[in-house]
Every structure is written in structure tokens, then in C-alpha cells.
């Protein structure tokens, strides 16, 4: 069974930085295109940001572009995103979520989401 | 940026009955087009891919067609479990942009 668990939320100052995990499992981790969606309070879902199986092709919504840098340690099975220079409007719900075909950055739909952690962002 | 717009915002129903939700993207997104249900305090699940294809484990009561940049997911006989918010996604480029959700609501 695929598990995705998502770590490191928390309350933050604004301009301050944090770091979000998640821990895979169930599947070959190493293989899968990964990504990050956010959910603000009470509204809709949000692209963040997505890497390639072997972390060579990167992408970043605009909003987050410059200041979010997404990861990955395949042989840990575990995604990153570090988050600098946050703001108020970056408070959410994150979550990671796996694409579901093996191989492919492209193209390729969400099928397993995690839980999501909460970064609040307030001083 | 693809712009997904979602129609309605809500609607209510009852039990038993059939509801469609539609989905349209500001261009062509051929049939690379998903659906998500999300329940109060829960993660999203993936429902649909490519438009039509049912992700593993998801019912048959739910149905979706479209391509280009006109989509619709249909629930039929609606049960308890389904009254939820559910939103389109393009996955054709990026950034991947989200509709902005349809509530779903028990009449």
C-alpha cells in the first residue's frame, strides 16, 4: 500500500524558513515523479511544485518560485521542500502527492496523496 | 498559465440522485484532465484520469468524458459518501492548475 506522511509543519514568522518532509513507502519511492499541493484555509488546491524520479527536472508554481527549492533523497524515500522568505498568504495545508505512472515527469496524473502538514505563517 | 474553471461553485441534491459537474480549460488540454473528490478534513483522492479512466478501487458510479477544453464528471445515485467538494485538474503543462472546486451538498 502506497503511504505517503508528510512532516515539519508548524507555526513560522513571516520572512522566516522551514522545511516540510515526506516519508514514502509502499512502493519503489525512487521510480515515481513527486509533488507538492497546498491548500490555504477554506480554499481550493494549489500546484506548488514538482521533481523529476531522479531530481534532474524541477518545476515551481510563480508563487513560490525563487523563494520554495524541492528535493528528494531516493535512497532515504523522502521528498523535501525548503521553504524560504515565507509569507503570510503561504499558510496552507501541504501535501505530497505521487504521480501514477513510473518514469514520466510529464503528463503524468496525481494517484496517492498524503495527509498533508499545516505551515501557519504569522507573527 | 491554464486557466480551469469549474460550473457550479455548488449544488445540492438529494440521495439517489445523478449530478454532473463540468470543467473547462482556457485551451486545449487534449484528454490530460483529473478529477479529485475531497471530504471535510480529509486529503484529496484521486477519482479520474485522462479524462475517462477510472483510478483503482473508484466505483463505476463515477464517469467522466470530455476533451479539448470541455470536461464533465458525472456521480450517479448519489450516496452519503459522495456529498463532498471535488475539483479538475489539467496535467498537460505546467504549473498544474486546479478548477476551483464544486461543493456538492445534501438537499
Known amino acids: 500500500e502506497v503511504q505517503l506522511v508528510e512532516s515539519g509543519g508548524g507555526l513560522v514568522q513571516p520572512g522566516r524558513s522551514l522545511r516540510l518532509s515526506c516519508a514514502a513507502s509502499?512502493?519503489?519511492?525512487?521510480?515515481?515523479?513527486m509533488h507538492w499541493v497546498r491548500q490555504a484555509p477554506g480554499k481550493g488546491l494549489e500546484w506548488v511544485s514538482g521533481?523529476?524520479?531522479?531530481?534532474?527536472?524541477?518545476g515551481y508554481a510563480d508563487s513560490v518560485k525563487g523563494r520554495f527549492t524541492i528535493s528528494r533523497d531516493n535512497a532515504r524515500n523522502s521528498l523535501y521542500v525548503q521553504m524560504h522568505g515565507l509569507r503570510t498568504e503561504d499558510t496552507a495545508l501541504y501535501y505530497c502527492?505521487?504521480?501514477?505512472?513510473?518514469?514520466?515527469?510529464?503528463?503524468?496524473?496525481?494517484?496517492?496523496w498524503g495527509q498533508g502538514t499545516l505551515v501557519t505563517v504569522s507573527s | 498559465d491554464i486557466q480551469m474553471t469549474q460550473s457550479p461553485s455548488s449544488l445540492s441534491a438529494s440521495v439517489g440522485d445523478s449530478v454532473t459537474i463540468t470543467c473547462r480549460a482556457s485551451?486545449?488540454?487534449?484528454?490530460?484532465l483529473a478529477w479529485f473528490q475531497q471530504k471535510p478534513g480529509k486529503a484529496p483522492k484521486s477519482l479520474i484520469y485522462?479524462?475517462?479512466s477510472l483510478q483503482s478501487g473508484v466505483p463505476s458510479k463515477f464517469s467522466g468524458s470530455g476533451s479539448g477544453t470541455d470536461f464533465t464528471l458525472t456521480i450517479s445515485s448519489l450516496q452519503p459518501e459522495d456529498f463532498a467538494t471535488y475539483y479538475c485538474?489539467?496535467?498537460?503543462?505546467?504549473?498544474?492548475?486546479f478548477g476551483q472546486g464544486t461543493k456538492v451538498e445534501i438537499k
Open positions: 502527492a505521487r504521480v501514477g505512472t513510473p518514469g514520466s515527469y510529464y503528463k503524468t496524473p496525481f494517484d496517492s
Open positions: 509502499g512502493f519503489s519511492f525512487g521510480n515515481y515523479a
Open positions: 521533481i523529476s524520479w531522479n531530481g534532474d527536472t524541477t
Open positions: 485551451q486545449d488540454i487534449s484528454s490530460y
Open positions: 485522462a479524462a475517462s
Open positions: 485538474q489539467q496535467y498537460n503543462s505546467y504549473p498544474r492548475t
